[in-house]
């Protein structure tokens, strides 16, 4: 199904186009799908009534390690050495500290 809808974007109204089809639509018009999400389309797979997939385009700039990334992580590294780094000791840990700020 294609059709105009209205998302929240950061607490505005936006129109934009999104498309919400099956696993078997989708593989009926791959190349339509993707040629919409090069549009700048959302583009939404539907499998089964509980699960839902995006396509996103993924350009080779996505995919490289920048030098300022590659610093970035560099200085977590090191920070992380240091000591200086949070330790949970489990996913609930963690999310009870972020719930907590």
Request: charged content about 30%; overall charge neutral.
């Amino acid at each position: 199904m294609w059709g105009q809808i209205y998302c929240l974007t950061l607490g505005r109204f936006k129109e934009t186009t999104m498309t919400s089809l099956t696993f078997t639509d989708f593989r009926k018009n791959m190349a339509n799908s993707f040629d919409r999400v090069d549009a700048g389309e959302h583009v939404f797979i539907n499998r089964g009534s509980k699960k839902m997939y995006a396509i996103i385009a993924v350009s080779d700039d996505d995919l490289a390690i920048t030098p300022a990334l590659a610093a970035k992580m560099e200085q977590a590294r090191r920070e992380y050495r240091e000591g200086k780094a949070l330790k949970f000791e489990s996913a609930s840990a963690a999310q009870k500290w972020m719930d907590e700020l």
